[in-house]
């Protein structure tokens, strides 16, 4: 078998530079960073990582980075983690490498699929796949804030990041996310009576990701006599929210269900128009009201906007319906 010290088998892709082949993704991160920090590196490249949880032969590792993985013609690969860790072909090791990666739990795309092909080119074997992104920095004899850096590569929320430099920098690539087993614990009250700060404070530890405006909406709804009036009822703390109720509030009023950016009024400024406006609701102004424009003027238009689905006619007797709906966790 093909493993690393922590058990797990390591592919890392990255693409190949020269005639006429470019890292894109490192080109439009270079573009993406703020100065001073884009202005101090002086090169860059991506690498992308699976980590496989599974028995494989080194013949067999070698079959999933050449069929599965990579494409031998634009990418170079590894099996063994090097790659991930800044330490490129021909002898090249990064200054630098940050390595990124979702945090236990967290849905993974990319690894949901490689697991799909994985499972078409060793059906009897059953592995489990997390995906990385490497980012490979040179700087110069430039210094570069390290922590700005690491900011603008993740999500701490959803992501991990590892920061690899030195000799041991294989130690340091980020374990395989495996799901702990979590302890029943009794739902308890959180008290909502404290300053904004405490607020913000409850709102960030709990990663409810609500803003002052709406931790203060939920904060008056509690303090409200009829609500401690109707909670006493059932036998619910009067003044205070469980963790569970603050939980499910923050679910429904999350930018995934409840699409906030998209409902929200925007104050539009076009510099080069010298012109201001308000846009009421992105999604309104922009998608639905341009689709029934659309739909009075053609007939293969059948249902939109209905149960996250279009449909439309296909043939005379056949029609196609395309939904787009996504469940991520968490």
């Known amino acids: 078998m093909v493993l690393g010290k922590s058990g797990i088998l390591r592919i890392d892709v990255l693409p190949i530079l020269g005639s006429g082949l470019v890292d894109s993704r490192a080109n439009a991160l270079m573009k993406a960073l703020p100065d001073p920090l884009g202005s101090r590196i002086t090169a860059m490249r991506t690498s992308l990582g699976y980590s496989i949880k599974g028995e494989y032969s080194e013949g067999e590792a070698k079959q999933l980075a050449t069929d599965l993985f990579s494409d031998p013609i634009i990418e170079l690969y590894s099996i063994d983690g090097t790659i991930g860790a800044g330490h490129l072909p021909n002898g090249e090791d990064s200054d630098l490498t940050i390595q990124v990666g979702y945090k236990p739990g967290v849905t993974d795309n990319r690894a949901m699929a490689a697991e799909d092909g994985l499972r078409t080119i060793f059906p009897e074997k059953y592995s489990r796949v997390a995906s990385t992104i490497s980012y490979h920095f040179w700087f110069g004899k430039d210094n570069v804030e390290l922590d700005e850096l690491v900011d603008c590569l993740h999500n701490p929320i959803l992501e991990e990041a590892s920061v690899l430099d030195g000799r041991d920098r294989l130690t340091k690539l980020i374990p395989f996310p495996n799901v702990k087993q979590q302890e029943y614990t009794k739902p308890k009250s959180i008290d909502l009576n404290v300053d904004d700060e405490t607020l913000m404070k409850i709102s960030s530890e709990g990663l409810l990701a609500l803003n002052l405006v709406e931790m203060r909406a939920i904060q008056s709804h509690y303090r409200d006599q009829d609500t401690q009036r109707i909670r006493s009822q059932y036998n619910l703390p009067t003044k205070t929210p469980t963790d569970v109720e603050l939980e499910?509030?923050?679910q429904t009023w999350s930018e995934h269900c409840s699409h906030k950016i998209f409902?929200?009024?925007?104050n539009h400024s076009d510099v080069e128009e010298e012109t201001r406006y308000t846009i009421d609701s992105l999604f309104k102004?922009?998608?639905?009201?341009?689709?029934k424009d659309i739909s009075k003027?053609?007939?293969w238009l059948l249902s939109v906007f209905h149960d996250n689905s279009g449909v439309i006619a296909w043939t005379d007797d056949w029609s196609l319906c395309m939904k787009a709906?996504?469940?991520n966790s968490p």
């Open 325 to 327: 709906e996504t469940h």
């Open 248 to 250: 499910c509030l923050a």
């Open 285 to 291: 102004t922009h998608i639905v009201a341009p689709t």
């Open 263 to 266: 409902s929200a009024k925007i």
């Open 297 to 299: 003027k053609v007939d």
